[in-house]
T-cell receptor
Framework: QKEVEQDPGPLSVPEGAIVSLNCTYS??????FMWYRQYSRKGPELLMY????GNKEDGRFTAQVDKSSKYISLFIRDSQPSDSATYLCAMSGRNSGYSTLTFGKGTMLLVSP | EAQVTQNPRYLITVTGKKLTVTCSQN?????MSWYRQDPGLGLRQIYY???????DKGDVPEGYKVSRKEKRNFPLILESPSPNQTSLYFC????????????FGPGTRLTVT
C-alpha cells in the first residue's frame, strides 16, 4: 500500500461548483497535512496546511483532516476557472523529524466557465 | 521578493555529458531539497540538505550528486546523465523551524537523448 493515495483525475466541474479533493494515507505518524497548488509549467505553491485533526478555512478553501480514518480533504467553494490546476496533498510526521514531505501524485482540476 | 531560482529552466543534453542545475534561495533557509516530477509517479525527493555541508539521500538518489557549500545554493549534479533522468526537476527550500511551508522553484525541464 502506498503511503499517500490521491486520485489523479482529471476532475472537471463548471464554474461555481463546490469541489472536493481527497487523499488517504497509511502512516499514522503523519501530523502535518498540506495542500499545494501547481499551475501548468510552474512549481507547487503552498495553499493551506493543518496540524493534526480538524478543519481550517481560508476564504473559499477549507482543509479537513480525519486522522481516525487517515483521510484528508480540500474543499473549494464557488470554484473559478483560475482554480484550474493540479492539487497535491503532502504530509510529514515525527518519524522523519518532520524533515521529509510525502506527496500524493496530485489531482488535476479543470473548472470551465 | 522571497524566491527560489533555478537555472537553466530548459535543457536538452546527450547521454553521458555532465551537467549541473543550479538552485538558489534568498530566504536564509536552512533546509533545501531536490525533487523530480514524472507523470504517474508524482514528486519524488532526490536529495536534501539540512544545512551547509549536511546532505542526505531522498527516495531516488541514484545517478545524482549534490553539494551544499553555501547556505543559499544547492546545485544538482548529473555526472553521466541517462535517458531515464529525463524529467521535470524542482528545487525547494524551507525554514528548519517551519517544516510544513516549503517554497518551490519554477522547475527545470531536462531531456536526455
Amino acid at each position: 500500500q502506498k503511503e499517500v493515495e490521491q486520485d489523479p483525475g482529471p476532475l472537471s466541474v463548471p464554474e461555481g461548483a463546490i469541489v472536493s479533493l481527497n487523499c488517504t494515507y497509511s502512516n499514522s505518524a503523519f501530523q502535518y497535512f498540506m495542500w499545494y497548488r501547481q499551475y501548468s509549467r510552474k512549481g507547487p505553491e503552498l495553499l493551506m496546511y493543518t496540524y493534526s485533526s480538524g478543519n481550517k478555512e481560508d476564504g473559499r478553501f477549507t482543509a479537513q483532516v480525519d486522522k481516525s480514518s487517515k483521510y484528508i480533504s480540500l474543499f473549494i467553494r464557488d470554484s473559478q476557472p483560475s482554480d484550474s490546476a493540479t492539487y497535491l496533498c503532502a504530509m510529514s510526521g515525527r518519524n522523519s523529524g518532520y524533515s521529509t514531505l510525502t506527496f500524493g501524485k496530485g489531482t488535476m482540476l479543470l473548472v470551465s466557465p | 521578493e522571497a524566491q527560489v531560482t533555478q537555472n537553466p529552466r530548459y535543457l536538452i543534453t546527450v547521454t553521458g555529458k555532465k551537467l549541473t542545475v543550479t538552485c538558489s534561495q534568498n530566504m536564509n533557509h536552512e533546509y533545501m531539497s531536490w525533487y523530480r516530477q514524472d507523470p504517474g509517479l508524482g514528486l519524488r525527493q532526490i536529495y536534501y540538505s539540512m544545512n551547509v555541508e549536511v546532505t542526505d539521500k531522498g527516495d531516488v538518489p541514484e545517478g545524482y550528486k549534490v553539494s551544499r557549500k553555501e547556505k543559499r545554493n544547492f546545485p544538482l549534479i548529473l555526472e553521466s546523465p541517462s535517458p531515464n533522468q529525463t524529467s521535470l526537476y524542482f528545487c525547494a527550500s524551507r525554514s528548519q523551524t517551519v517544516a510544513h511551508e516549503q517554497y518551490f522553484g519554477p522547475g527545470t525541464r531536462l531531456t536526455v537523448t
